[in-house]
């Protein structure tokens, strides 16, 4: 008994020792304690502990948060769990690793214990927690390339961003400049900038990068418009804030951002000084992804200038580096493109014909992301604006609910006037579903049309090309091997417009237009296989045989004896019974 008592109360002691470290966090916003959340729970040093001493400290600070009701504690400590979960129990190089190029741990207990979080922070009504909740699980779904969950997560932060005042949300600015790279990311530039211009109203949290990061990203942004003066100024901007904050790695990447600019003004004379010390310093850092732009714009100076050894020097330096960023492909157009006029200009017309070969392997790909970021905004866009007449149907229902509960006070009178208040906003919510119903049906309208506008243009783009295809082959049979044009040849010929992929979001915008089809079809003739509902659709959209051969990635004879075979099935005496068909349901 003696020792029991004894024991119990050295743990006891010791719990409440531990307890004591950490009770200066007790009762504190997020904004008196961010930093101290960042420090506990999201730095090196905690990610860096083994499991035990990690969830000792996860805990100890939940339990002592339980024990005094600190509700706001409760959700750090479990955030903090979730941060360990993905990246705990690395080394250094393993961290940033994980961080550049995907997560560590179990991802599917991460995004289990990362919505329960968002369950509480929304039961508890906490703001703060809700919207880092948001981009986590928003990004997290993006690394799954799962699109829809992601989207609906970020429309939701887009949503509570704007709700919360700086002085309760000191890190707005890093979130900001988050949605300004998502945007910047899928080529929305007037979105991103909008979220950028915002950004620069805010001030920064502790994180001192985030500053010229924002001014950076405006560069990017204006140098794609191709506003350059634009871009130079904000460059500028940035690299002013960096030389204030002693940042040499961002002074050197504003640098060759600026060099950039000169180098598409053609200005080489200015841009060769800012892009090599760009690159070097770059190198020296192995940060290939920044170096790979700018290698590939002064081997392209050096080939203009007829300095042919300096640029396949950088050309090489460029090819060894490109398979270390992500993605490739989008630099690997441009840098395969100039590998092969430098292997013209040394008269080595085999491997301008493979480099060439190359570059045009990469374009497919960046073709098809770009399709797959343009769908992917569309669906962004969509979430937003469906959140936001939620939200602003909640708002009035609120509203609603202050008025009937005056009304308990006011009397009869203003209980008749609450009543014709709540007829009124009830009707105009109908209102503007029907608006919002005809939006989305004229939205899907136009879409639909433009992807039938697409096929139709590609497909002629892809005719106008077989004389180049017919040209490019007789090359390769004069200059390379027998087995390298027929290998070439149909990666050409059989690139497909339409992946499978993207049938199922082509299956929901072709329901919004022509509502109801695929149903009567399916009930109209019930044993049609998922290839056939697939070929009539597309039929009802009136494309041709090439069109369709293209789309399907299949020959013009497989598209007329897949037909021929429909209509057998179907009993039909021709095309016009066929056509005539489809046009009746």
């Not at 941060?83 to 994980?98: P, T």
Request: glycine share 4%; aromatic share 12%; net charge neutral.
């Amino acid at each position: 008994m003696i020792i029991r008592f004894w024991l119990t109360l050295f743990v006891l002691l010791v719990a409440h020792v531990s307890n004591a470290q950490y009770e200066y966090l007790l009762h504190k916003s997020y904004a008196e304690q961010y930093q101290s959340y960042d420090s506990l729970f999201n730095f090196i040093e905690f990610l860096q502990m083994d499991s035990a001493d990690a969830y000792h400290r996860i805990n100890t600070i939940k339990q002592m948060a339980v024990q005094a009701g600190d509700n706001e504690l409760v959700l750090e400590a479990l955030l903090g769990e979730c941060s360990y979960l993905l990246y705990g129990n690395l080394n250094k190089s393993q961290y940033y690793y994980s961080a550049l190029y995907g997560r560590a741990h179990n991802s599917d207990l991460y995004i289990t214990k990362l919505t329960k979080l968002l369950q509480l922070a929304e039961a508890q009504d906490n703001m703060t927690m809700q919207v880092r909740t948001h981009i986590l699980l928003g990004l997290e779904y993006h690394e799954r390339n799962n699109l829809i969950s992601s989207l609906m997560h970020f429309s939701k932060f887009y949503t509570l961003i704007h709700e919360i005042p700086f002085e309760q949300f000191p890190t707005k600015k890093h979130f900001l400049l988050y949605m300004g790279k998502f945007y910047y990311q899928f080529e929305a530039y007037k979105d991103a900038e909008k979220y950028l211009l915002y950004a620069q109203e805010v001030p920064p949290s502790y994180m001192i990068h985030e500053e010229a990061d924002v001014f950076n990203t405006m560069g990017l942004i204006k140098r794609q418009l191709k506003e350059y003066d634009s871009a130079i100024y904000y460059f500028t901007k940035g690299q002013e804030v960096a030389w204030k904050q002693g940042s040499t790695t961002w002074r050197h990447i504003l640098g060759g951002n600026i060099g950039i600019v000169y180098y598409l003004r053609g200005e080489y004379k200015n841009a060769k000084p800012l892009l090599i010390n760009d690159i070097n310093t770059s190198l020296e850092r192995n940060d290939y992804s920044n170096a790979i732009n700018s290698i590939i714009k002064l081997a392209d100076i050096y080939y203009h200038q007829k300095i042919y050894d300096s640029a396949f020097q950088y050309a090489e330096t460029g090819r060894w580096a490109v398979d270390s960023v992500r993605p490739a492909y989008k630099y690997k157009v441009e840098l395969y493109r100039l590998m092969g006029e430098l292997a013209v200009a040394r008269g080595d017309m085999k491997k301008a014909y493979l480099y060439s070969d190359s570059a045009m392997v990469a374009r497919d790909s960046l073709d098809n992301d770009q399709q797959v970021k343009q769908l992917m905004l569309a669906r962004h866009q969509l979430e937003t604006n469906i959140n936001n007449s939620e939200v602003a149907m909640l708002r009035s229902e609120k509203r609603i609910s202050i008025l009937l509960r005056n009304s308990l006070i006011g009397g009869f009178v203003l209980l008749s006037a609450i009543v014709f208040m709540v007829i009124y906003i009830r009707n105009k919510q109908k209102q503007n579903k029907e608006q919002m119903s005809l939006a989305a049906l004229y939205n899907a309208q136009n879409r639909l049309a433009d992807f039938t506008k697409t096929v139709h243009e590609k497909n002629a783009l892809l005719e106008t090309s077989e004389q180049e295809i017919t040209r490019l082959k007789e090359k390769l049979d004069n200059y390379g091997t027998k087995e390298q044009s027929e290998d070439i040849i149909p990666k050409l010929q059989n690139s497909t417009i339409l992946t499978d992929d993207e049938w199922e979001d082509f299956r929901q915008l072709f329901e919004q237009v022509h509502s109801g089809f695929l149903y009567r079809l399916r009930e109209k003739f019930p044993n049609l296989s998922p290839a056939e509902t697939r070929f009539i659709a597309l039929s009802k959209l009136k494309l041709d045989t090439k069109e369709m051969t293209n789309i399907l990635g299949v020959s013009s004879s497989t598209v007329r004896t897949h037909k021929y075979r429909l209509r057998k099935k179907l009993n039909l005496a021709d095309d016009e019974s066929f056509s005539k068909m489809i046009d009746e349901i």
